[in-house]
């Protein structure tokens, strides 16, 4: 795995916010997916961790986003925990995959990913939590991906190409959008590697 992606180990995260601005907007839901690698250096999914998350103090709170998601913020069966009691129950089993792979930081795969990597770093600044494991600023985006692999660049649309079974129902939840992009980028990582792709790679070093 750390020989594949330079070091890094691959993280699929999926965050639902109260918003657009990780400045300003509530950050409510963050699911993440670790990957492993079989021997034969065909990449997999592994274990899921997920947290419902309290807004901040002070938190903006849209609306037409709380719509789009369904999640009321306060509903007390969500069992919400504060932002660094949530952080650090996702950073925690991830700085221990990156140790287990060999990897020096984990590198956040997201479905526009700039958009889920901007709340999550925000949120470990706000919190002032050092051990943050992902890398500050590169990320893999499923959607630059689904775009290239499937000719999609909306999840349902790249999993409907890739033949990942997608229910619309159950979307804009976290843990079902990180499963499913963490499933579309191992089908196109590894159909990369089916294509002799990897082999080039490695031929060429």
């Known amino acids: 795995m750390a020989e594949r992606f330079r070091g890094y180990l691959p993280v699929v995260v999926d965050v639902e916010t109260a918003g657009f601005n990780p400045h300003t907007d509530a950050l409510l839901e963050i699911a993440a997916v670790t990957l492993v690698m079989d021997e034969e250096g065909y990449l997999h999914t592994d274990q899921t961790f997920s947290a419902n998350i309290l807004p901040f103090e002070g938190a903006n709170l849209e609306k037409s986003a709380l719509a789009f998601t369904g999640i009321d913020p306060?509903?007390?069966?969500?069992?919400?925990?504060?932002?660094?009691?949530?952080?650090?129950?996702?950073?925690?089993?991830?700085?221990?995959?990156?140790?287990?792979?060999?990897?020096?930081?984990?590198?956040?795969?997201?479905h526009n990913?700039?958009?889920?990597?901007?709340?999550?770093?925000?949120?470990?600044?706000?919190?002032?939590?050092?051990?943050?494991?992902?890398?500050?600023?590169?990320?893999?985006?499923?959607?630059?991906?689904?775009?290239?692999?499937?000719?999609?660049?909306?999840?349902?649309?790249?999993?409907?190409?890739?033949?990942?079974?997608?229910?619309?129902?159950?979307?804009?939840?976290?843990?079902?959008?990180?499963?499913?992009?963490?499933e579309l980028f191992c089908l196109v990582v590894n159909r990369w590697k089916d294509l002799g792709g990897w082999d080039w790679i490695m031929a060429a070093r």
């Open 113 to 182: 990913a700039s958009f889920d990597h901007s709340f999550v770093c925000q949120a470990a600044e706000r919190n002032q939590i050092k051990r943050n494991p992902f890398h500050p600023f590169s990320t893999f985006d499923t959607a630059t991906l689904g775009g290239l692999a499937c000719g999609q660049t909306v999840l349902a649309k790249a999993c409907e190409v890739a033949g990942i079974e997608f229910d619309a129902r159950q979307a804009h939840s976290a843990i079902y959008d990180t499963e499913k992009t963490a």
């Open 74 to 110: 306060w509903n007390p069966l969500r069992a919400a925990q504060d932002e660094t009691t949530a952080l650090e129950s996702i950073f925690k089993p991830i700085r221990k995959a990156i140790k287990a792979n060999g990897c020096k930081r984990a590198i956040l795969v997201g």
